[in-house]
């Protein structure tokens, strides 16, 4: 009996920790949480850096998680080694290296490790992380032959000289990427390393899509891209002159349209000049 007695005592006495343990997490989650909206509205605790240090290392991923944020949201690039590690570390929960990625991202300038570590989120199972890394190098790339050819790679099943030009029939088994909303980041990644004029039909063939969200991102990185290499204008106005501005978004104006506007100026088809286009507010 004694013993029955004591068995329950040592089965009571775990579960008690248990739920101790459980309560002082979310205690400590909600604390975390606390400091992040503190920083969000411009109050950094004078604490905060040593804080972070120590919470990078807690075993809850909730908490790492919101470690990570603190450094995007304060622009800690002292921080990079950490972030990248945990990027590229597939241990780590999906949250936790999707939002290593936009903290990194963040930052004003990035190292050539960083890019390195968003090629390899390219790669990850999660399409948030995947996302969030060919936004990361839609920002921080540069004209590269070798990531020009690794992105095209990563959206496209087949070499682009033969897929069929815009406008076309579209045949969704073309995309390597499936997920649209990576597709559409890695589009805006293409826009900004693509470094040969000879390329761009990479980025003319979806700008047929019928997603409109891939149209956007496609036109966006098309014209950036026109721009820097000083693409033909009449090439340009003989592809934009048919492109579908819709969307199902409104707000109050269709997204795709404003994002025409905002590059080409004009709300229809623009007048391209026969050296280039004119750009607006890029």
């Not at 994002?259 to 391209?272: I, R």
Request: glycine residues 6%; neutral net charge; charged residues 30%.
């Amino acid at each position: 009996m004694n013993r029955d007695t004591d068995g329950d005592c040592d089965r009571a006495m775990v579960f008690l920790s248990i739920i101790k343990k459980n309560l002082d997490g979310k205690a400590r989650l909600k604390a975390a949480e606390k400091r992040l909206t503190d920083a969000k509205n411009g109050e950094w605790l004078s604490d905060t850096d040593d804080w972070i240090r120590e919470m990078l290392k807690h075993d809850n991923w909730q908490i790492r998680n919101v470690a990570v944020k603190l450094i995007g949201e304060g622009k800690k690039s002292e921080f990079t080694e950490v972030l990248t590690n945990f990027l590229t570390d597939g241990s780590q929960a999906g949250f936790v290296r999707r939002n290593s990625a936009i903290s990194l991202y963040t930052f004003d300038s990035v190292e050539d490790t960083v890019i390195r570590a968003f090629f390899v989120g390219l790669d990850d199972p999660y399409w948030e992380v995947r996302t969030e890394c060919a936004l990361g190098l839609s920002l921080h790339g540069v004209a590269d032959a070798s990531m020009t050819a690794s992105l095209i790679a990563k959206i496209y099943r087949k070499p682009i000289d033969r897929i069929p030009g815009y406008p076309i029939f579209w045949p969704k088994r073309i995309y390597r990427e499936k997920n649209f909303e990576v597709r559409a980041a890695l589009l805006r990644a293409l826009g900004s390393v693509l470094d040969n004029p000879e390329l761009m039909h990479a980025l003319e063939i979806p700008l047929s899509e019928d997603i409109w969200k891939v149209r956007e991102a496609a036109l966006d990185a098309f014209v950036r891209a026109a721009r820097r290499l000083r693409y033909p204008g009449d090439r340009i106005k003989s592809l934009l002159m048919g492109m579908d501005l819709t969307c199902t978004e409104f707000i109050p104006t269709f997204p795709i349209r404003r994002t025409f506007k905002q590059l080409t100026g004009s709300d229809n088809t623009p007048s391209v000049p026969e050296d280039g286009i004119t750009y607006h507010a890029l």
